[in-house]
Nanobody, 123 residues
Framework: QVQLVESGGGLVQAGGSLRLSCAAS????????MAWFRQASGKEREFVAG????????VYASSVKGRFTISRDNAKNTVYLQMNSLKPEDTAVYYC????????????????WGQGTQVTVSS
């Protein structure tokens, strides 16, 4: 298992930007598929963005495509989520997740999770 710790959440006005970080430790980071999920109050956890490492591609939820960018720095064992043009509906707890192999982008496809970081977007 890989251990994950998120940071970078906070309160921002609509239209603003935040960058989330996820620091990984415990296993060879570069061998893992990484993703970001989010969970708004009273709603199910949903996929936001991820790396299909074996295919060398990135995947985004339609609700964030064009506004959010996922990136990773294997030398620093860190994955980032740059969030621009934030909207109130982006308010949620954001989680970083890791998987040994990508079989899908559902929460159940990922075995390692961080503790989450709160993002609040005010209107």
């Amino acid at each position: 298992q890989v251990q994950l710790v998120e940071s970078g959440g906070g309160l921002v006005q609509a239209g603003g930007s935040l960058r989330l970080s996820c620091a990984a430790s415990g296993r060879t980071f570069s061998n893992y598929a990484m993703a970001w999920f989010r969970q708004a109050s009273g709603k199910e956890r949903e996929f936001v963005a991820g790396f299909n490492w074996s295919a060398g591609t990135t995947v985004y939820a339609s609700s964030v495509k064009g506004r959010f960018t996922i990136s990773r720095d294997n030398a620093k064992n860190t994955v980032y989520l740059q969030m621009n043009s934030l909207k109130p509906e982006d308010t949620a707890v954001y989680y970083c997740a890791a998987a040994r192999a990508v079989s899908g982008w559902r929460p159940s496809d990922f075995g390692s999770w961080g503790q989450g970081t709160q993002v609040t977007v005010s209107s």
